[in-house]
């Protein structure tokens, strides 16, 4: 079955850029969606296409997809911006998944 | 605006069958599929399948083929979703979504409040 691969963890400093992988054999066809998901919290859409920003989004949250690898950044990481982060994404088949997830550490 | 609302918690003995309902407003609800996902205590997010309120034309992961049932009500704008020989592994957070494209599926745009199953003898 198909898989996104994303680091289990990541940690920044507040005002460091945090950058987050998603790496899938179908991304070099296929939109990545990021998701935040705070604890308790249903999930929260961050990105979609590769890179829009939903309304309501702050500009440090920024999406790129190339080769077979898509990357959620948050230019200068906050404190409130912890949280698990999902790519999700569509196979071949049109299967959808997510990958395993990121917990991003701001401290 | 897009509303979710699901049914409460369940608690189901193993072998069992639960359903839990997904009652959508402040949209044309034949006009965007609903998608399922779940979530383990601890774990990650998990795609479990998706249905176009439009026709009732479904499309489930392959791990919960023959398991779950994903049915649509377009009297009440409701989705049901029954995952039926429940485990203990079943025990999670239910959710429902709303797709963001239009009469076609892409991606979670909305999502419900979340529903917890849990499985317990």
């Known amino acids: 079955s198909y898989e996104l691969t994303q680091p289990p963890s990541l940690s920044v400093s507040p005002g460091q850029t945090a950058r987050i992988s998603c790496s899938g054999d179908a991304l070099p066809k296929k939109y990545a969606y990021w998701y935040q998901q705070k604890s308790g919290q249903a999930p929260v859409l961050v990105i979609y296409e590769d890179r829009k920003r939903p309304s309501g989004i702050p500009e440090r949250f920024s999406g790129s997809n190339s080769g077979a690898v898509a990357t959620l950044s948050i230019s200068g990481a906050q404190v409130e911006d912890e949280a698990d982060y999902y790519c999700f994404s569509t196979d071949f088949s049109a299967n959808q998944v997510f990958g395993g997830g990121t917990k991003l550490t701001v401290l | 605006q897009v509303q979710l609302v699901q049914s409460g918690t369940e608690v189901k003995k193993p072998g069992a069958s639960v359903k839990v309902s997904c009652k959508a407003s402040?949209?044309?609800?034949?006009?965007?599929?609903i998608h399922w996902v779940r979530q383990a205590p601890g774990q990650g997010l998990e795609w479990m399948g998706i249905?176009?309120?439009?026709?009732?034309?479904?499309n489930y992961a392959q791990k919960f083929q023959g398991r779950v049932t994903m049915t649509r009500d377009t009297s009440t704008s409701t989705v049901n979703m029954e995952l039926s020989n429940l485990r203990s592994e079943d025990t999670a957070v239910y959710y429902c979504?709303?797709?963001?494209?239009?009469?076609?599926?892409?991606?979670?745009?909305?999502w419900g409040q979340g529903t917890l199953v849990t499985v317990s003898s």
């Open positions: 979504g709303r797709d963001g494209l239009l009469g076609s599926s892409g991606y979670i745009h909305y």
């Open positions: 249905i176009n309120p439009s026709g009732g034309i479904t």
């Open positions: 402040g949209y044309t609800f034949s006009s965007h599929y």
